[in-house]
């Protein structure tokens, strides 16, 4: 999982005056020190292979965060997302609760995020495939879909990329299943994942704890349901403009109550 700071840094080639020295370059940084349990790698891995193996699912998870307003007391909120995948360049998503009312479709071309509320939408032009379509939405758009790290085709190397320690904690219960309890450590957040100990390694939980913000907020999500079986209906992930929807430019997207424009959609502050 990547250390998400939602804050990209653009870096500047600094030109020295002529004649001016630049000072000395001191030995390169070491890397923080590496410490996953073999037991937490393995089940790891071992969910990530099957999902990668899978040609299309669909899931749906309740997701609950936190919001701390300054001087205000916590409060949680909630949000129900479902997710369809078709591998390698398809995506249907839809989000509705405390905060999102939207829903976006990716057919291997393009990329269209739906405002139902305000019932707008916005088209990007994507990659061919749904890695590279993610990518191209963090990298220049800073969005972060929540739970987008599992929909990879290698959800293992995104997952553990940037991890310095792993801990296998035991079988616990999540969403009605006995799970494979794995926790996490990365630069800025702490991560714990409950992955079904039965003959499909799902994942059921995921908890990310943002250890370096302020109170510390965290992000849950609970996968109540998969499907594995059924192929998506045809049409799924084909945008339809619904009726009266006015089309505007991506950066002109606003969440519901915000004054000024925001991403389409990113994960509770801080990351997926």
Known sequence: MR??????LAALALCPLAGAQEPAAGPPAAPPARSVEARADQELKRMGEFLAKLPHFALEAE???DELPDGELRRQLTNLRRVAVERPNHVAADATGD????????DGRTVTFLDKEHNVYATIEAPA???ATFDKLTDEFGVVLPLADLLYSDPYAVLMA???YGRYLGIHQAAGASCH????????????????????????KLVISY??????????AVIRRWNLESAAPEGLFTFEVPEGAQ????KDMKRPGADEPAPVETAPKGGR
């Open 3 to 8: 250390d998400h700071a939602l804050t990209i």
């Open 63 to 65: 997701e609950t965060f």
């Open 99 to 106: 905060t999102l009312n939207r829903a976006a479709w990716y």
């Open 129 to 131: 495939t749904i890695d």
């Open 162 to 164: 940037g991890v310095t």
């Open 181 to 204: 309890h794995l926790a996490f450590s990365q630069a800025t957040i702490e991560w714990q994942i409950w992955i079904d100990a039965g003959e499909k390694p799902l994942p059921r």
């Open 211 to 220: 250890v370096d913000e302020p109170g510390e907020p965290q992000y849950t």
């Open 247 to 250: 089309k505007i430019e991506a």
